[in-house]
Nanobody, 114 residues
Framework: QVQLVESGGGLVQPGGSLRLSCAAS????????LGWYRQTPGKQRELVVT???????LYADSVKGRFTISRDNTKGTVYLQMNSLKPEDTAVYYC????????WGQGTQVTVSS
């Protein structure tokens, strides 16, 4: 069973940046499309961005131009560079396949506040 470990979250002021990482165990990492998702209390988890196994990306309109996803298949890790952060980006961020098939990790909290 694949295990996902997200990291890199924290408290940042509006306009700031963070880089999230998600390490996935298991040999099937490189062949899967991966996504970063986020969830706020009382709301459904939403897909923020997808990256295919060959590197094509698709961003939600809310993060387009500010967030950048990348992956390193040799390390079994997917990254999310988040720039120009806004208070509405505050959420717990998770990674998974797209569509989500693996067990969810614990996520990493991102808080954007002055």
């Amino acid at each position: 069973q694949v295990q996902l470990v997200e990291s890199g979250g924290g408290l940042v002021q509006p306009g700031g940046s963070l880089r999230l990482s998600c390490a996935a165990s298991g040999s099937t990492f490189s062949i899967n499309a991966l996504g970063w998702y986020r969830q706020t209390p009382g709301k459904q988890r939403e897909l923020v961005v997808t990256i295919t196994w060959h590197g094509s990306t698709l961003y939600a309109d809310s993060v387009k131009g500010r967030f950048t996803i990348s992956r390193d298949n040799t390390k079994g890790t997917v990254y999310l560079q988040m720039n120009s952060l806004k208070p509405e980006d505050t959420a717990v961020y998770y990674c998974n396949t797209q569509p989500a098939r693996w067990n969810w990790g614990q996520g990493t909290q991102v808080t954007v506040s002055s």
